[in-house]
C-alpha cells in the first residue's frame, strides 16, 4: 500500500496535459541543462519508443554499433502498452524516471511503464537505455555492453563467450564440437554466436537493462537470444554464470533458428530433432525412448492418431514435461534422415506450423515415407518395435 501511495504522487507529478502516447516527464526530473539537447534527446527518445512497438529492423532510433545487443531489450518493449486485464492495447504509458549523464555525450535513462486504473497504479516494467550523441540527435542502446565491458572472453571458431569470473572450458569445447555437428546438417557456414553467461533470470535482466517486468514474478530462470545478420546473441541466465550447463538439446534450438524462424517450422518435428540430437531435461534419445516404452507404449490401445491430435505428456511434472508426439516424431525423423539423408528432415521441418487437424504435416509425411494418415497409427508402432528391438542390441 505504501509503494502504491508513493507512485501515484509521482504519477501525479507528471504533465497532466501529455499527449496519450508521449513520454510522461516529471516536472522535477533533471534534463540537459542545455534547453535544446534537452529537447532533442526527449524527442529521439518519444521516437525510439515509438519505433519500438514495431519490427526491430524497422527501428531506426538504434545505435548504429550496437544493434543486436539492442534487439535483445527491444524484444521486451514489445506489447508493453497492452492490458489483457483492462483491455486495452494502450493502458500502459511511458514515465521517465531519470536521465543521468555519463562521459562521451552520453546520457543513462531510466523509464517506466505504468497504468493508472480508478486511482490505482500498475507497475508494468521498468527499463534502461543509454542515449548516445550522434551528429545532431540521439540513437539509443542496450547498456548490455557497459555492464560487460569488464568481463572476460573465450573464443572457439564462431563462438564466443562473455563471463565475468571464470569459464568451464570443457563444455565450452563439448558446445562448439556439437555446434559444428548441427551446423553440418543445416548447412550453416561462417554463423557467429555470442553468448552471455548469468547466473540467473534477474541478472539477465538487469544485465540488458531491463529493471523490472511484471511477467517474470517469481521466475529465477531463463534464457534469451536474437539474431541479425549471421550473427546469433544469446543471454544465458538458467544457472550458467560459467557456462557448467550444457543443454544439448537448447543448442539444437538455437542453431536452427541461425537459418530459419522456429515459429515457421513444424514445432513437433523440430522438438522431435532436438530429443534425437540433444535428448532433453538432461536425459539422453535412449533414456526417453525408455521412459516412453514404459509410460506410454506399454498400453498396446495407444492410438497414435489421437496423440498427434491431443498431446500427452509424460514427463514427470508439467515444467519437466517430455511429449509423447515428440518421440514418435524422432522415430520419424530417424527413419527420414536413413533414407533420405538430412535435406529430407528439412523438407519434413517446413512442412509448416500446426493447423488443426494437421493436414500440411500429414502431406508432408506421406510424400517423404509413403506412410498416409490412415496407416499412420500401424506405421507409428512399426517404428516402436524396430527402436525397442534396436534399443535391446546394442
Known amino acids: 500500500m505504501k509503494f502504491k501511495f508513493i507512485l ?4 501525479a507529478g507528471y504533465f497532466s496535459n501529455a499527449q496519450s502516447n508521449a513520454l510522461r516527464i516529471h516536472s522535477q526530473i533533471r534534463l540537459p541543462q542545455d534547453s535544446v539537447e534537452s529537447q532533442k534527446l526527449i524527442t529521439a527518445l518519444n521516437e525510439f519508443l515509438d519505433a519500438a512497438s514495431e519490427p526491430n529492423e524497422e527501428n531506426s532510433w538504434i545505435l548504429e ?3 543486436i545487443e539492442t534487439y535483445i531489450l527491444l524484444d521486451e518493449f514489445k506489447d508493453i502498452k ?3 486485464e483492462f483491455s486495452d492495447d494502450t493502458f500502459y504509458k511511458p514515465y521517465l524516471n531519470n536521465v543521468i549523464e555519463l562521459k562521451n555525450n552520453q546520457y543513462l535513462i531510466q523509464l517506466s511503464y505504468i497504468g493508472v486504473d480508478n486511482s490505482e497504479s500498475h507497475l508494468r516494467a521498468s527499463f534502461e537505455l543509454i542515449a548516445h550523441q550522434v551528429n545532431d540527435s540521439f540513437r539509443f542502446s542496450s547498456p548490455l555492453l557497459r555492464n560487460t565491458e569488464h568481463w572476460q572472453k573465450a573464443q572457439i571458431g564462431n563462438n564466443i563467450f562473455r563471463y565475468e569470473k571464470s569459464i568451464n572450458m570443457d563444455n565450452v569445447e563439448t558446445f562448439s564440437a556439437l555446434a559444428d555437428t548441427f551446423d553440418k546438417k543445416l548447412k550453416v557456414d561462417n554463423q557467429i554466436s555470442e553468448f552471455y553467461c548469468t547466473e540467473n533470470l534477474p541478472a539477465l535482466l ?3 537493462g531491463v529493471q523490472y517486468r511484471s511477467d517474470y514474478n517469481g521466475r529465477t530462470q531463463a534464457n534469451f537470444s536474437t539474431t541479425y545478420e549471421g550473427k546469433k546473441l544469446i543471454v544465458l541466465g538458467n544457472d550458467n554464470a560459467a557456462f557448467d ?3 544439448p538439446h537448447d543448442l539444437w534450438h538455437d542453431r536452427l533458428s541461425l537459418v530459419i524462424s522456429r515459429r515457421k517450422v513444424n514445432k513437433p518435428v523440430d522438438e522431435a530433432c532436438a530429443y ?3 535428448g532433453s531435461w538432461g536425459l539422453s534419445w535412449h533414456e ?5 516404452l514404459e509410460k506410454v507404449a506399454s498400453n498396446k490401445k495407444t492410438d497414435w492418431t489421437e496423440i498427434k491430435e491431443n498431446p500427452l505428456n509424460f514427463g514427470e511434472n508439467r515444467a519437466t514435461h517430455l511429449m509423447a508426439d515428440y518421440v514418435v516424431n524422432a522415430l520419424i525423423v530417424q527413419k527420414i534422415e536413413k533414407e533420405k539423408g538430412f535435406d529430407g528432415v528439412w523438407e519434413f521441418l517446413n512442412c509448416g506450423p500446426y493447423q488443426k487437424g494437421n493436414d500440411n504435416y500429414h502431406q508432408s509425411l506421406e510424400r517423404l515415407t509413403g506412410i498416409t494418415k490412415k496407416k499412420y497409427n500401424k506405421a507409428v508402432w512399426e517404428l516402436i518395435e524396430k527402436e525397442k528391438a534396436s534399443t535391446k542390441k546394442s
Open 8 to 11: 501515484l504522487l509521482t504519477i
Open 65 to 67: 554499433t550496437q544493434i
Open 82 to 84: 497492452k492490458s489483457r
Open 206 to 208: 538487469n544485465l540488458i
Open 245 to 247: 550447463n550444457l543443454d
Open 276 to 278: 534425437l540430437y540433444g
Open 288 to 292: 526417453i525412448f525408455n521412459i516412453f
